[in-house]
């Protein structure tokens, strides 16, 4: 027997509650994996909340990654003992997730955790920070390099942007944060920001082109925000877009693609090919200090899952939160 949290359809929508469950409940897959410790992420908060209809499928057990072992394999690749984290392949929307005790999932789906982490480290790093990292490589394979000029990343408090920051500081950028959050100022300094941004300042519709700054832009937010840095990045810049905080619209013109030679390059994390997610881990166990992972951190109780998933949607989640399944 095992907890989970369960999300059920009804009458006025959607409900999610704590059940217990067995074996016997958990999905088709070719690999059950005993869960240690999963994450609340920003998707989490939408599913669980019934803020947007994410989920596919009725009963559901939310949760986009997990970590943990190998408990039981009928797939090649793994056997029982291995450590293993999953992030996305639509776990939590069309397969059940991992905010419960047990999994059950296409063994195709999983990646070997590096030793450089324990599992709990794994998802204090999370889908978020897996992002992030798919972020930095398309910077790095689209040429930006830390001599070329300032990194931008936006909605920098969040999961995606605190790593983001950590990495990057740590490969030798100079970063600038922009946060809606001036308390959090020395959190970001201490990850490796060199300058703070209000959001403000990018947040409202401005000219089609600005004075140019960014070489490089991670950017978790979208709308005018993504239309901004892309305004402000300089001749050749790269901005990498993973997120949609503020909207789903691009109010913007083509000016700084076609006169300023600007990319912007979508990073999907959910369906990103096996190898890509093999590099990304690969590099954050060489490139993201461990000891920042702690100031990132707030870990929580499987209970406490539910209530935590409107805080993250208003905004007033920073860093990431750890599940102790």
Known sequence: MF????????????????????????????????????????????????????????????????????????????KAGDRVVLNGWGVGERHWGGLAGKARVNGDWLVRLPDAFT??????????????????????????????????????????????????SKLGYRVVASTGRPEGANYLKALGAAEIIDRNTLAEPGAPMQAERWAGAIDTVGSHTLVN??????????????????????????????????TLSGVDS???????????????ARDLDPAKLESMIREIALEDVIPSAGDILQGKVRGRIVVTV
């Not at 390099?145 to 920051?165: F, H, L, N, R, Y």
Request: charged fraction near 20%.
């Open 270 to 284: 959910v369906m990103a090919p096996r190898a890509d997610r093999e590099e990304a881990w690969s590099r954050l």
């Open 229 to 262: 840095v892309c305004a402000q990045t300089r001749y050749g810049g790269i901005v990498a877009a993973t997120g949609l905080a503020q909207g789903i619209d691009l109010p913007a013109t083509l000016y700084p693609f076609i006169l300023r030679n600007v």
């Open 3 to 78: 907890k989970a949290i369960v999300i059920d359809k009804t009458d006025a929508g959607q409900a999610a509650r704590i059940a217990t469950l067995d074996d016997g409940d958990l999905p088709e897959g070719n690999v059950t994996v005993r869960v240690e410790y999963s994450t609340v992420n920003f998707k989490d908060g939408l599913a669980i909340t019934g803020a947007i209809p994410l989920i596919q499928s009725f009963p559901m057990v939310p949760g986009i990654d997990f970590a943990g072992v190998v408990e039981a394999s009928d797939h090649p690749d793994w």
């Open 119 to 168: 599992t709990r480290q794994a998802m204090a790093i999370g889908t978020a920070g897996y992002a992030a990292m798919l972020c930095v490589l398309r910077l790095e394979k689209l040429g930006v390099k830390p001599g070329d000029g300032e990194v931008i990343v936006t909605g920098a408090s969040g999961g995606v942007g605190s790593v983001a920051i950590a990495v990057l």
